[in-house]
Structure formats: structure tokens, C-alpha cells
């Protein structure tokens, strides 16, 4: 996501490395022209392209008189980007897009990388580059949503309205473009062979489709309505390529249409978004269905029908939805490698299994390695799983269950001991929306949301965009003071967010969050993988306990946001005692588990253990060598690679910073110093450039094995670049 991006160039930042960078995004973040600022979405990039197109964006204009100014190849955030753009007068979008053409590294979301378009606009980046995917763990359900399509009864009956009347419409886009003599005239033919048949095939499918009911099947269900509609239109050609002319008929419509309300003739209609939604359809179910037509290769291969199903639904309106469901990454993967990528390099800290994720994408990966985290877990974390209250109730949390008297003053209990011990911000996650409204219910009708504000200000977070801010900025402000963040697993405050910390110190899982066993999707998902599990290495129960593992996952590694960060999680449901949700969890949450004999005495004794350590951190009073010491000890290093090992040693010795020789930065006697990896007090101290602190045993480990700092990862290829610290 772009916020995510965001933290990404945060860090990059950071490093000693001063790349080249450019970050892509749309034009709903970079767009600087006033005029069309307002717009959003398909009408936004449609608009875009036809003042383009007439030279009438004066913002893209400067920028192709002026070039891209130098200092601009610095700056690797979006919204500074943005303002810098606006400031100068400059097209924001086509200004990142031309950064991109020469940047070391380029940064977006990676849905972008599922679209065909962005794929024939961006040929050049994308062959040869290193793909660097992370947060992995949700590639493939977005490359299978990308993969999909969806659409209404509603959209057919729009388009075909729209192509009733479309000739005046169309005609009168026309005579504007004539009279302006701004442009070729590419407007679609009103009269045209493909304007017939597009209506003709649309008023197929809806009549035919009128008589369908909700139902689900295989993907060739909706390729042979499309094929025999194209067939009953026009019996002299190929049903695909009648397919692909109705696809390509429909989007230059819209293209042409779209973009002229509100702009150059504010008495002239637009046609309906339908016409994008509808052309993408067609134009997916084309590629189908010449593959499965044409002996020769297509852009999908013969088997991909096999990766989709057919779905009809009702929608609350009354109106019949139809999708055409991907089922698997394959094709959009397969789409991807095509492009000419060099490498794919897939990254998340909830990857695993390893193997599944292979068959999923359907191509094996030369590399597969799982690293250890960067904490200590068995001193770092304290994990609980509750199967049952303190008064032997049974915490099950099953669907069935939940309207078991006493289940949720139990589950409160828990909570509410928990929060009185946890310091700072605490998240409390549901499964679902449906589960959170029921718990919050039934707790405001007792005494136990009333306990809990006694502790913590309490922040719901909501469904819409703007309820859920309302709830980050309250708790963001507030966290220090005890604030309580309760919300669904696997939503916006689950992953993909930074709260380190204070900010989480502790992340309370009431039930396992299973996808919705109820949700049509999730069945034919299950089902799929049942059929298909010898290509994919999982079958569907495993598939779906993974997916409930993986937020799970996701939503425990908010407490844990650098090496010296610490929480407790608590797992509360007697489902996670089960062996193979259990298996599925990541290491070191497994490292961090506690027994529950005396647990919340354990638990207070954890937190205030980490507060000490925390304490001496941040108060032991250790003076680095100033920067005149510091240009002394790189122009030692300098001496170090040039010299003799005879010389080294005395360079060794000239490296060492006398703190105690200094009056006004001596340390305290009473001061104490504790290694960070062995804990013990008052030994021989090193401190590295970066300034982490640690025995001389401890370093001379590290640096044998790792060459690199136990926190941050500097590096530190030997011990002479380590100083000693004397008190």
C-alpha cells in the first residue's frame, strides 16, 4: 500500500546507500491539476488522457518544456513529491513516471504489477528488472482478485441504454473534436459493424441471464454464454474475436465519452462507467476463449480455464451478480514472468509454508530460506493460550458456541485482567465485525466496558474510512496514557502497520480468525484446492487453516517492530490448543509461551523486567566519541586497511576513547552497564559505531558468525572496529 511505501522510503533514507528512487502511484495521489483534482478512479485517469492528448494540462505542459529539475531525483516520498510538484507547477504523475525511467529502484504497490495496461505503459522498467515483493503473504488473493471479474445485471442494462442513444453522443464528441482541431478523429463509428454488435451481444446476456438464480459453477458456465452470444450475433466469425471487438468497441467509448462531462460541455451526458467495468469483462473472457479455441498459444494457456469458477449471486438492490472467479495466482502470475523480469524475490514474516506458496504460483523457486527473528523470544515475548477462564469455563469460540450463557463475562474476565497489567496500547482483535459488535453488546450491558475504561480510553474501529481514522488518531494520541485499540484481525490495524513500542505492547486474539465458512468464494476456494491440491501442494482444510494462521500471525508481529521491542500475545479461544492451527504458528510466538499457572503474577513480572532493562538503556550515561573523535577514528580505519598487522595493533590501542580521562563525561560509578545479549553487568563493554552495547565475548561472537550488528545489521566485519568503553 502506499503507506507502507511510505515507511519503505522512511528506511531507505536511513541507509548509507543514495540510489536513484522513484515511487509510482496513481493519479488519485499525484495528480496537481486543479481542474480534475476532484475526480476519482476511472473518470479521473480518462479525463487525464484526453487533456493530454490536446495539449490542454498546462501543469504536463511545463514539464516537458522544462525537463525534471535536479533536486526532484531525491526526494522518494509520495506526498513530498506531490507538493514539491504542485509548488513548481509540475505534472505530479508523469513527473514520477519519468523519474521511473531512470531510477536504480522503483517503488509501488504491488497491484499495480496485475494490470495489463501498466504492463504495455511500463515494458521498458519491467524487463530485467528485480521484482522485490513484500509483504508476500497477500500476493497471491491479489493476484487472483486482479485476475477476476464482477459484474451486475445493472451494468448490462446501462451499457445497452447508453448504446441506444450513444449516435448523438457520440457524434457531438465528434463535431467538438473537429471544431477544436486538437486531435485525430478516432471517435468509434456510430453506424459501426462493432457498435451492433455490442449491443446485440449485451441484450443477449441480459436477456438470457435475466433467467438465471443464484449459482455456482465452472468457468466454462460463463464462457459458453459469452460465445453463444457472440454466435447468435454473428455466426461468420470466431466467437473470440467477436468477443474481443465488443471489449475493444466498449472501452474506446468509454475513453472518448467519459472525460467530456463537466468539461467541455456541461449539456453533455456521460456514459456509463459500465462501459469500462464491461470492457475489461469481455476482454478477460476473450483472452479465455481463444485460448481455448486456437491451437496455437495465447496469452493464458490451455489449462487456465481450469483456475476459474462462475458465480451468480443476488446483491441487496434485487439486481443478479455475476463473477468470473480466479482461483489461483497462475495466470497473473504467469502474465507477470512474461514481461521479461529477471528475478522475483518474495518476502513476508508470514510466508510459510514455503512449499504451498510454490504451488500457488505454479513455478518452483531455486531459493526457499526462513530466517530467525531478530528477538530473543523466550525474553522478549510472552505468548498465552487460553483454552479455559480461571473458573474452568471452556473458551470456545466456535460459531455455535457464542450464544452459550457466561462465555463472554468469561472471555471479558481474561481481557479485563490482561489489560490491567499491560502497559501503554493494547490491540484487542476479533474475527470479524459480526463477533466485535456482539462482544462490545454484551459488555457495555455489564460492568466490564466500564472496568475496562477505568483503564483504558477504549477506540472501536469502524467500517468506513472515516470511523476507522477517527479511531487511529484517538488511539495514536493516546496510547502513552493506556489506550485500548479494539478491531478485526486481518483489517487495517492487523498488518501492514508500524506500532512500536509503547504503542503495542500487547495483542489479545479472542477466537481464530477462519475465513467466512458461509461466503460462496471461500467454498469454491476449498473446493478448488480439493480437486486440484496434487499441482498446488495444499488441499483445502489446509489452505483454509493457513489463512487464519497467517493473520493471526500478522496481527501478533504488531508488538514486535525491532530487535529491541517486547509484548505479550494472548491467544484466547481453546481451538489454538488444537495441533494443527497450533503447528501453523510463526516460531517465535511458539518460543515466547508461558504457562498459565500464576499468570498474571508472570505477567507483571515480564513487563517490569523489560521496563528495567528499558530503564538502564536509556539511562546509562555512555558518551560516544564526539565528531572530531569520530574523523580520528575513520582516518585510524584508513591506516587499518594500508598498514601492516604490527601497525594495526597500535592502531587498535589508538582506537580506544578513554571516557573516564574526559571529566565532563565521565560516567557515574553507581552507573551500571548490561550487555544485550548475555545480560550480565559491569564486564568487559564494546560498543559498535552504531552504538548498541555488549560484552567483549558477546561481539567477538557475533562478529565471527554474523559480521554484522546484533541490532541493526551494520555491519562489522571485525573487532578493531569496536570500541572499548572503560567506566
Not at 639 to 654: I, L, Q, R
Amino acid at each position: 500500500t502506499h503507506s507502507q511505501l511510505k515507511e519503505v522510503a522512511k528506511e531507505l533514507r536511513k541507509t548509507v546507500y543514495k540510489p536513484e528512487v522513484a515511487v509510482l502511484s496513481s493519479r488519485d495521489y499525484s495528480c496537481t491539476n486543479p481542474n480534475i483534482m476532484h475526480l476519482h478512479g476511472n473518470l479521473k485517469n480518462s479525463r487525464c488522457r484526453q487533456l493530454v492528448s490536446r495539449k490542454q494540462c498546462s501543469y504536463l505542459e511545463k514539464l516537458n518544456k522544462t525537463g525534471i529539475p535536479g533536486d526532484l531525483r531525491k526526494l522518494i516520498d509520495i506526498e513530498n513529491l506531490s507538493i514539491v510538484a504542485k509548488k513548481s507547477g509540475l505534472c505530479g504523475f508523469h513527473l514520477s513516471k519519468r523519474l521511473a525511467a531512470s531510477a536504480d529502484i522503483i517503488l509501488l504497490p504491488f497491484n499495480y504489477l496485475f494490470d495489463t495496461n501498466f504492463h504495455e505503459n511500463n515494458a521498458n522498467i519491467l524487463k530485467d528488472a528485480i521484482l522485490v515483493i513484500d509483504e508476500g503473504h497477500n500476493f497471491e488473493s491479489v493476484a487472483e482478485e486482479r485476475s477476476s471479474r464482477t459484474f451486475y445485471l445493472s451494468d448490462l442494462e446501462e451499457v445497452i441504454k447508453d448504446l441506444k442513444i450513444a449516435n448523438p453522443k457520440l457524434n457531438r464528441i465528434k463535431e467538438l473534436n473537429k471544431i477544436k482541431n486538437q486531435e485525430k478523429d478516432e471517435t468509434v463509428d456510430t453506424h459501426s459493424f462493432e457498435q451492433k454488435l455490442s449491443l446485440n451481444m449485451c441484450s443477449y446476456l441480459l436477456t438470457n441471464l435475466q433467467k438465471e438464480s443464484s449459482m455456482s459453477g465452472s468457468g466454462e458456465i460463463i464462457l459458453n454464454w459469452f460465445e453463444k452470444a457472440a454466435r447468435d450475433s454473428d455466426s461468420s466469425i470466431d466467437p473470440w474475436i467477436s468477443i474481443m471487438k465488443v471489449a475493444y468497441t466498449l472501452d474506446k467509448i468509454w475513453d472518448k465519452s467519459s472525460g467530456e462531462y463537466n468539461s467541455v460541455d456541461n449539456d453533455l451526458p456521460i456514459v456509463s462507467e459500465s462501459f469500462d467495468k464491461l470492457a475489461k469483462v469481455f476482454s478477460l473472457i476473450g483472452n479465455l476463449s481463444s485460448s481455448r479455441n486456437l491451437a496455437s498459444k495465447s496469452l493464458f494457456e490451455n489449462s487456465c480455464l481450469a483456475e476459474y469458477r462462475t458465480l451468480i449471486e443476488g446483491d441487496d438492490n434485487g439486481s443478479l451478480k455475476i463473477c468470473l472467479l480466479c482461483l489461483s495466482a497462475k495466470p497473473a502470475f504467469k502474465e507477470l514472468l512474461a514481461t521479461g523480469i529477471r528475478s522475483v524475490l518474495i518476502t513476508s514474516g508470514t510466508l510459510a509454508p514455503l512449499n504451498a506458496l510454490e504451488g500457488e504460483l505454479g513455478v518452483p523457486f531455486a531459493i526457499k530460506f526462513s530466517a530467525l527473528h531478530v528477538i530473543e523470544p523466550v525474553e522478549q515475548v510472552f505468548t498465552l493460550l487460553f483454552d479455559k477462564s480461571s473458573t474452568g469455563f471452556a473458551l470456545d469460540m466456535t460459531f455455535r458456541n457464542r450464544g452459550v450463557e457466561g462465555l463472554w463475562e468469561n472471555v471479558g474476565d481474561v481481557v479485563l485482567k490482561a489489560i490491567k497489567i499491560i502497559p501503554e496500547g493494547v490491540l484487542l482483535f476479533f474475527p470479524s465485525y459480526r463477533v466485535l459488535y456482539e462482544a462490545v453488546d454484551k459488555w457495555k450491558a455489564s460492568s466490564f466496558w466500564k472496568q475496562i475504561e477505568e483503564h483504558k480510553l477504549i477506540f472501536v474501529e469502524g467500517k468506513g474510512q472515516d470511523a476507522f481514522k477517527r479511531a487511529e488518531e484517538g488511539y495514536r494520541k493516546n496510547y502513552l496514557t493506556g489506550a485500548l485499540f479494539v478491531g478485526v484481525a486481518g483489517g487495517r490495524f492487523g498488518e501492514g502497520v508500524d506500532l512500536c513500542d509503547e504503542m503495542a505492547r500487547g495483542v489479545l486474539l479472542i477466537g481464530v480468525p477462519y475465513p467466512n465458512a458461509g461466503d460462496l468464494k471461500v467454498s469454491l476456494k476449498r473446493d478448488y484446492l480439493d480437486r486440484e491440491g496434487k499441482r498446488h501442494g495444499v488441499d483445502g482444510s489446509t489452505w483454509y487453516t493457513s489463512k487464519a494462521v497467517r493473520v493471526t500471525n500478522q496481527a501478533a508481529g504488531r508488538i514486535i517492530r525491532h530487535a529491541n521491542d517486547y509484548g505479550a500475545i494472548l491467544l484466547i479461544d481453546k481451538r489454538w490448543e488444537s495441533g494443527n492451527i497450533y503447528k501453523g504458528l510463526s516460531p517465535w510466538i511458539k518460543e515466547g509461551l508461558k504457562s498459565k499457572n500464576n499468570w498474571e503474577n508472570n505477567l507483571k513480572e515480564f513487563f517490569e523486567r523489560q521496563q528495567k532493562i528499558e530503564k538502564i538503556t536509556k539511562s546509562s550515561k555512555i558518551v560516544l566519541p564526539t565528531a572530531e573523535e569520530n574523523n580520528n577514528l575513520k582516518r585510524i580505519e584508513l591506516e587499518f586497511e594500508n598498514e601492516t598487522e604490527e601497525k594495526d595493533s597500535k592502531a587498535t590501542n589508538m582506537a580506544t576513547v578513554q571516557i573516564n580521562e574526559i571529566p565532563d563525561k565521565r560516567i557515574s560509578e553507581a552507573d551500571t552497564l548490561l550487555c544485550k545479549i548475555c545480560y550480565e553487568k559491569n564486564k568487559n563493554m564494546m560498543t559498535s559505531k552504531c552504538g548498541h552495547i555488549a560484552c567483549d565475548e558477546c561481539w567477538s561472537e557475533v562478529v565471527k558468525n554474523k559480521q554484522a550488528c546484533f541490532i541493526c545489521r551494520k555491519t562489522v566485519k571485525s573487532v578493531k572496529q569496536l570500541t572499548k568503553i572503560y567506566i
